[in-house]
T-cell receptor
Framework: DSGVTQTPKHLITATGQRVTLRCSPR?????VYWYQQSLDQGLQFLIQ???????AKGNILERFSAQQFPDLHSELNLSSLELGDSALYFC??????????????FGPGTRLTVL | AQSVSQHNHHVILSEAASLELGCNYS??????LFWYVQYPGQHLQLLLK??????LVKGIKGFEAEFIKSKFSFNLRKPSVQWSDTAEYFC????????????FGAGTRLAVHP
């Protein structure tokens, strides 16, 4: 157990819908990262937050957005869902200081299926 | 832009065989390098990491990796694999100052047969 929790574990929805994925980082971690794992794209970095502020963006679609709340949990919002958005979405968290030397701890992931 | 290549997509070994998984990255500057493992149905776990110093890095569960700067490589090795090593292995890189975002390779699926 990494200490990072994600809910829900599984999500099945229809095209055009909107969903929210939730992540709680390890106690004391200030950074949260979102990654998408799909068969065709592999593991891709989506976005990073540090202490409530967006820090870096990767290959995140405009239909996707995220935020980190004052209690440091984070939500990833996916809207106007398409079949191709079906994937495993991982959240990771890392240390109290903003540093590229911090190990990232990964949550169990949310498996999203868009029908 | 940084990228990571893992040349072996699927590897099948018998128990006690030696393992070497290739990883090459493209980035001209200083990098941090990682190997993560994902056991079936589980989350990603860090096997080992390289930031600086001794290019031969030892990780958990008997794994090690060697950073060869001239070859832009960070290959993962284990002298004798076990059935429990069956998993997917990901090489990843980040660049200092890049806010710690990880760039992952495509992964290598390892199947170890008893």
């Amino acid at each position: 157990d990494s200490g990072v929790t994600q809910t829900p574990k599984h999500l099945i929805t229809a095209t055009g819908q909107r969903v929210t994925l939730r992540c709680s980082p390890r106690s004391g971690d200030l950074s949260v990262y979102w990654y998408q794992q799909s068969l065709d794209q592999g593991l891709q970095f989506l976005i990073q937050y540090y202490n409530g502020e967006e820090r870096a963006k990767g290959n995140i679609l405009e239909r996707f957005s995220a935020q980190q709340f004052p209690d440091l949990h984070s939500e990833l919002n996916l809207s106007s869902l398409e079949l191709g958005d079906s994937a495993l979405y991982f959240c990771a968290s890392s240390g109290r200081q903003e540093s590229s030397y911090n190990e990232q701890f990964f949550g169990p992931g949310t498996r999203l299926t868009v029908l | 832009a940084q990228s990571v290549s893992q040349h072996n997509h699927h590897v099948i070994l018998s128990e006690a065989a030696s393992l070497e998984l290739g990883c090459n990255y493209s980035y001209g500057g200083t990098v941090n390098l990682f190997w993560y493992v994902q056991y079936p149905g589980q989350h990603l776990q860090l096997l080992l990491k390289y930031f600086s110093g001794d290019p031969l890095v030892k990780g958990i569960k008997g794994f090690e990796a060697e950073f060869i700067k001239s070859k832009f490589s960070f290959n993962l090795r284990k002298p004798s694999v076990q059935w429990s090593d069956t998993a997917e292995y990901f090489c990843a890189v980040n660049a200092p100052g890049g806010y710690n975002k990880l760039i992952f390779g495509a992964g290598t699926r390892l199947a170890v047969h008893p």
